[in-house]
């Protein structure tokens, strides 16, 4: 099989993730590229229009004085700052917890083709099922990596195991784990060859159940998202804080009511928006995990483990993105 003259997969463009470097001071306070104003700026040229319209009128309303004094605010601020805080923590332990997952199936991809060294190969038929093995363990990455984003995967497995292989594994509930299957299998036919010790094949077999654990771990990240209920309540907690503000600052700050109300609308409404980016963090948006980059990764370190001499390159940041 020449996976190499076949192609690299290659997923939509905005599968990516942003690698900036910190700019100055001055930069840092204006830079867009990386920052989820974008996303919220209609919310806060909403609130920040209310702000001035309610300067003008000194706050009135269908001419009846809305008085409201900075106090509740203040209180209200306090507990929504500290609830989206602890919202926002919960979606980066989420975000984390799959870096390390993704490390992890890096981690044991690389163990695996270091142990398939340890294969006795005697013709030609049995180094292929060896190489067989490793592309096997690529197409896992991929097949993970597609089931997560809810992509095709067919094209990327007929790549590495073939078009009848890929037909019979994609008719699975879950293909990765069939894949993993196929190579347990591997390795207790070998063993019952004398081809691979059994204690090395009981270690072989520890890094797919690594593997398994991997998926696992993702799937119960993808399927168990932060409860609705509690998104909801933060969502509209902050467009009532911030679109009842000016009536409580107009008469304290005067002219300057819109520029702070703009400023908190900014901080409430993006830390709501980074909260909800981060937290399925093998979507599609900016700041989700470089899915693609990691697989290239797995694809060169066993198509190297593999004896392919033309390797792909890493996948590069372009514009500061990499996907």
């Not at 497995?157 to 591997?186: D, F, H």
Request: charged share 20%.
């Amino acid at each position: 099989m020449n996976v190499l003259a076949s192609g690299w997969s290659r997923s939509p463009w905005w599968c990516r993730l942003i690698l900036l470097d910190r700019p100055n001071a001055f930069g840092l306070f204006f830079a867009v590229k990386g920052s989820v104003l974008p996303r919220i700026a209609s919310s806060i040229a909403v609130c920040t229009g209310l702000a001035i319209l309610v300067t003008l009128t000194h706050g009135l309303l269908f001419s009846w004085k809305v008085t409201l004094t900075p106090v509740p605010f203040s209180l209200m601020g306090l507990a929504l700052a500290i609830f989206l805080g602890f919202r926002n923590s919960t979606a980066y332990d989420r975000f984390w917890e799959a870096r390390k997952l993704w490390g992890e199936l890096i981690h044991q991809s690389r163990n695996l083709a270091r142990q398939q060294a340890w294969v006795k190969i005697d013709s030609p038929e049995q180094a292929q099922e060896s190489r067989l093995v490793l592309f096997r363990t690529v197409a896992f990455a991929h097949s993970l990596r597609c089931q997560l984003r809810g992509l095709d995967v067919k094209d990327d497995l007929t790549k590495w195991i073939g078009t009848e292989e890929q037909a019979q594994i994609t008719a699975r509930v879950s293909p990765g784990n069939e894949l993993l299957t196929r190579n347990t299998q591997v390795f207790s036919r070998w063993v019952r060859e004398e081809r691979l010790p059994f204690p090395l094949a009981a270690e072989m077999d520890k890094v797919l159940a690594a593997l398994a654990g991997v998926q696992a771990g993702c799937e119960r990240i993808a399927s168990t998202p932060i409860p609705f209920a509690y998104t909801l309540l933060l969502h509209r907690t902050a467009y009532m804080y911030c679109l009842l503000l000016p009536f409580g600052l107009v008469d304290v700050t005067g002219l300057m009511t819109p520029v702070v109300v703009a400023i908190v609308s900014y901080t409430f409404f993006g830390l709501d928006a980074l909260g909800d980016e981060i937290e399925q963090p093998f979507g599609v948006r900016p700041h989700h995990l470089p899915l693609d980059a990691m697989c290239r990764v797995i694809e060169i370190d066993l198509l190297r483990a593999s004896g392919e001499k033309a390797l792909p390159e890493l996948l590069k940041p372009v514009d500061g993105i990499i996907r």
